[in-house]
């Protein structure tokens, strides 16, 4: 959906939309949407998610996270299986176990656990680009989660699945996100590559700058794509409040080959069974080390 069938002649179309206040219905409506926040929601999600927590449940207000909470705390009796995280100001929420900084959710704090998550702009991205089946239009055929740390996996899913693809990237505070259009730039520039093998896509005018901007910043195969990301906003405001080792994580490629997805309510890695903390079939969770791109290190 998207554009009129007679405009695209029924080729499949790959576009950005550049922040979460120009995401619409229609963007998404039945393409495969990719919601990116480098800096630092969809980091984090990709991170507790390979560290083992069961699913994140992400919300759109701190209010709303802890009436889910507390709505899941009385149907499972207990709140052993739940954590709550989440920021604002990028600072984590009072009363909350976790903030937003991928180095909180380890394994041994996330495995096995339910987390409701709320941010400022990348839980509602999250939501907003799932659309809704009530919308005429109608809702996204899927929702994956995208970041540096899962990259090349997410590429690939998205080359194999074909299709329409929309890149909704969260920004910041209203505005344009360097972080999130280098992110959108390295999954267009994957899927040009791929293109050139056959099929015939149609690239929308911000797929193609965000592919541009990836090959001119980054380099060749991501050398400088770290430098990039510390220079831009939002990371530099991170580093003043002290979370300098978070945006140079952040900035880290394929740490993990989980493809996250959103689906009813929940990311999950779909697939993976997750029994008493213990990751037991599929979706191999991969301990840090060396990334295939750019390191942020
Ligand atoms: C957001 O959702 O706006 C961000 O993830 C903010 C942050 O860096 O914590």
Redesign the pocket.
């Known amino acids: 959906m998207g554009r009129p069938e007679s405009e695209t002649g029924g080729r499949k179309v790959v576009d950005v939309i550049p922040t979460l206040q120009t995401l619409k219905a229609q963007d998404v409506a039945g393409r495969t949407a990719v919601v990116v926040?480098i800096?630092?929601?969809t980091s984090t999600i990709v991170t507790a998610l390979a560290a083992g927590a069961r699913e994140i449940r992400p919300a759109v207000s701190p209010r709303e996270a802890r009436a889910r909470y507390l709505r899941l705390e009385a149907a499972l009796g207990g709140r052993d299986g739940l954590l709550l995280g989440g920021?604002r100001f990028?600072l984590r929420i009072e009363g909350f176990d976790l903030g937003?900084s991928p180095l909180e959710y380890t394994p041994e704090r996330v495995a096995g656990k339910t987390i409701v998550f709320s941010?400022?702009?990348?839980?509602r991205t999250l939501r907003r680009a799932a659309g809704r089946r009530s919308e005429p239009s109608g809702a996204a055929a899927r929702v994956l989660v995208a970041s540096f740390l899962n990259a090349t996996a997410v590429a690939e899913r998205l080359a194999d699945l074909g299709g329409d693809v929309v890149v909704a990237c969260?920004g910041?505070r209203g505005g344009f996100s360097l972080e999130d259009i280098l992110m959108a730039g390295l999954l267009v520039d994957y899927l040009q590559r791929r293109a050139r093998d056959g099929e015939d896509l149609i690239f929308r005018d911000l797929a193609r700058a965000a592919a541009a901007l990836y090959r001119a910043m980054a380099g060749e195969s991501g050398e400088n794509l770290a430098r990039a990301i510390v220079s831009a906003d939002?990371a530099r405001y991170?580093s003043s409040l002290g979370f300098g080792a978070d945006v140079a994580r952040c900035a880290t490629c394929d740490l993990t080959d989980i493809v996250p997805e959103y689906r009813a309510g929940r990311v999950t890695v779909p697939g993976r069974v997750t029994v008493s903390g213990r990751v037991t079939v599929s979706g191999r969770v991969t301990a840090p080390g060396p990334g295939r791109r750019g390191s942020g290190s």
Do not use: C, K, V
Request: no cysteine; aromatic share 0%; net charge negative.
């Open positions: 926040d800096l630092r929601a920021e990028g937003n941010t400022t702009n990348g839980t969260a910041t939002h991170l």
